[in-house]
């Protein structure tokens, strides 16, 4: 990761070893939308930033603070939606797969 910051950052200059590394999937939901979710009375979960994670989870967790503390439902931008399963995704390691080789192809065809 320092490699690849002083390639792009040249000027940051000597910065010696990171000590922390973040890694994470990115939530990409089907709508392209965040999604606040309440399984249970007073149980929040807030996701699918869809890469606008830092933003937008500081402005939704503190929103969803303020809801936890004192109840009112206004403190939440979006409102709460049923989880529901994504259609194959059970199957995304087969299609990844099978997708990336095809794409290998083409780019190898020059396609």
Same mark, same amino acid.
């Given at each position: 990761?320092?490699?690849q910051l002083h390639q792009l950052f ?25 999604? &606040?979710?309440? %399984?249970? =009375? ?5 996701? @699918? #930033?869809?890469?606008?994670?830092? +933003?937008?989870?500081t402005a939704m967790g503190a929103a969803?603070?303020?809801?936890a503390i004192n109840g009112d439902r ?7 939606? &049923?989880?529901? %399963?994504? =259609? ?5 390691? @087969? #299609?990844?797969?099978?997708?990336? +080789? ?10």
């Amino acid at each position: 990761m320092v490699r690849q910051l002083h390639q792009l950052f040249p000027q940051v200059g000597d910065i010696g070893e990171a000590e922390f590394f973040w890694s994470g999937r990115v939530a990409i939901t089907p709508d392209y939308l965040p999604h &606040v979710h309440e %399984p249970a =009375p007073g149980l929040l979960i807030v996701l @699918g #930033y869809n890469g606008r994670d830092v +933003a937008m989870a500081t402005a939704m967790g503190a929103a969803a603070g303020r809801y936890a503390i004192n109840g009112d439902r206004q403190e939440l931008a979006l409102p709460a939606s &049923v989880i529901s %399963p994504i =259609p194959l995704h059970g199957a995304r390691r @087969g #299609y990844v797969a099978a997708m990336s +080789a095809w794409y290998r192809m083409l780019d190898g065809l020059g396609l």
